[in-house]
């Protein structure tokens, strides 16, 4: 099973509702910090199936949705597997990256870092 998840790590409340404004962040250049939707929970069908040691996910990340009102494009960082998770409704999960975040990315991928 392969999930794909397209991530903008900085959002603002005019691109994103309330209930969509996930904290989305790198650890480090092989940890990824992810929120599900709000309405997954662990126990749920999705939240089991993003736990499962076979799924992976592959993820595509941008830094902003725009700049100077022109659409961002996203930078593939590969493939992720599960290592943990906290919460629920959403659920905050730990990926780890097949392959590092290249360095040129890290600078905007970080938790209160901004482009």
């Known amino acids: 099973m392969l999930d794909v998840f397209f991530i903008t ?3 603002s409340e005019k691109h994103f509702s309330p209930s969509t404004m ?9 940890l990824f910090h992810w929120q599900s939707q709000s309405t997954t929970s662990a126990a749920s069908p999705t939240g089991q199936r ?3 040691p076979t799924s992976k996910v592959l993820l595509f990340v941008r830094a902003f ?4 009102n022109v659409s961002q494009p996203y930078v593939c960082l590969g ?3 599960y290592v943990s998770h906290e919460g629920s409704n ?4 730990v990926w780890r990256l097949d392959a590092e975040i290249p360095a ?5 991928a970080g ?3 901004s482009g």
């Open 9 to 11: 790590l900085n959002k």
């Open 22 to 30: 996930y904290n989305d962040y790198a650890i480090s250049e092989t």
């Open 50 to 52: 993003y736990m499962n």
């Open 65 to 68: 949705n725009k700049i100077n």
């Open 79 to 81: 493939t992720a597997r």
């Open 90 to 93: 959403p659920m905050s999960i």
């Open 104 to 108: 040129w990315f890290m600078r905007n």
């Open 111 to 113: 938790k209160g870092m």
